[in-house]
């Protein structure tokens, strides 16, 4: 068995100990499954139990709490109790921040019953906005367009492309102005849903 030095005490490496003995933490662990399913239905959980046993399962060897959790080749009670309640008020608390809505509050609508006038506004504002994009130069195009289209953020795109941020954010302050200077009339007529007055 190796030794260990963890905060200047001597500590056996747990990990080479448990694999000596032929059988792994996580064997040990789950010996004793059901109860630490019926430890976790103790607190109140009783649809997700079994992930939540998991899931601490998963925490255990992410903080490399091995040694913790199984001492001398058995499972730790009170550690365990201790993770898995902690693992289940985190869970709470997750579920809790999670909005529920009615389908009641949501109106259905088709393309069928929204205004055609908004349809066509939007076609024709989207053409004069590309016509517009055709006179800038490549760069400042492909940078505007992968802004205001793409999933990632100025910060990412600077990370990944090792373009300086504020470069990024100078030349889409630019192109924004652009647009809306050569476009300030139909960009006005949209925003005030006056559809027809753009052609």
Same mark, same amino acid.
């Given at each position: 068995?190796?030794?260990?030095?963890?905060?200047?005490?001597?500590?056996?490496?747990?990990?080479?100990?448990?694999?000596?003995?032929?059988?792994?933490?996580?064997?040990?662990?789950?010996?004793?499954?059901?109860?630490?399913?019926?430890?976790?239905?103790?607190?109140?959980?009783?649809?997700?139990?079994?992930?939540?046993?998991?899931?601490?399962?998963?925490?255990?060897?992410?903080?490399?709490?091995?040694?913790?959790?199984?001492?001398?080749?058995?499972?730790?009670?009170?550690?365990?109790?201790?993770?898995?309640?902690?693992?289940?008020?985190?869970?709470?608390?997750?579920?809790?921040?999670?909005?529920?809505?009615?389908?009641?509050?949501?109106?259905?609508? &088709? #393309? %069928?019953?929204?205004?055609?006038?908004?349809? =066509?506004? $939007?076609? +024709?504002?989207?053409?004069?906005i590309r016509s517009v994009m055709e006179n800038w130069h490549w760069?400042?195009?492909?940078?505007?367009?992968?802004?205001?289209?793409?999933?990632?953020?100025?910060?990412?795109? &600077? #990370? %990944?492309?090792?373009?300086?941020?504020?470069? =990024?954010? $100078?030349? +889409?302050?630019?192109?924004?102005?652009?647009?809306?200077?050569?476009?300030?009339?139909?960009?006005?007529?949209?925003?005030?849903?006056?559809?027809?007055?753009?052609?």
């Open positions: 068995m190796r030794i260990l030095r963890t905060k200047n005490k001597a500590c056996p490496d747990t990990g080479a100990f448990l694999y000596s003995m032929g059988k792994h933490w996580l064997e040990i662990l789950n010996t004793k499954h059901a109860e630490w399913v019926d430890m976790v239905r103790t607190f109140g959980e009783y649809t997700y139990c079994e992930d939540l046993v998991q899931e601490t399962y998963l925490r255990i060897h992410q903080a490399n709490a091995q040694d913790r959790a199984v001492i001398n080749g058995k499972a730790n009670k009170g550690f365990m109790y201790i993770a898995l309640r902690n693992n289940h008020i985190n869970f709470a608390k997750q579920k809790a921040k999670v909005k529920k809505y009615q389908i009641e509050d949501f109106k259905m609508t &088709s #393309r %069928d019953e929204a205004p055609t006038e908004w349809y =066509i506004a $939007n076609d +024709i504002l989207e053409a004069k760069y400042d195009r492909q940078l505007f367009i992968l802004v205001a289209t793409g999933p990632d953020s100025m910060r990412k795109i &600077s #990370r %990944d492309s090792r373009i300086s941020l504020s470069s =990024i954010s $100078n030349t +889409i302050k630019k192109c924004r102005k652009r647009l809306k200077d050569e476009l300030n009339e139909e960009f006005e007529d949209y925003f005030n849903k006056d559809y027809k007055q753009i052609k």
